[in-house]
């Protein structure tokens, strides 16, 4: 089950999108939140294609890193791999 609700921390300057994927497994409940300043898209599109492709993303840099022993890139600022 997806959703979506608005809220504000007490340190944040305004409320933010929240959307909720909502589990129920064999150990328990198994909820999930992402928070984003995004309006649109929906909240199963803002959770499976968006959230996740970009944790698949950070697993792929890992693989890098742990398998090639690649430790750093001559890269000397974040813009390169800002897409990842």
């Known amino acids: 089950m997806y959703d979506e609700f ?18 129920v497994m064999a150990l328990g409940d198994n909820p999930r939140f992402v928070v984003t300043s995004m309006n649109l898209p929906d909240p199963q599109t803002v959770y499976a294609d968006l959230y996740c492709a ?16 690649a430790d750093r890139t001559s890269c000397t600022t974040g813009l390169p791999t800002a897409c990842a």
């Open 6 to 23: 608005d809220y504000a921390a007490g340190s944040w300057h305004k409320p933010f999108r929240v959307v909720l994927k909502a589990e």
């Open 54 to 69: 970009r944790g698949q993303a950070e697993h792929f840099i890992k693989q890098v890193k742990c398998d090639l022993a």
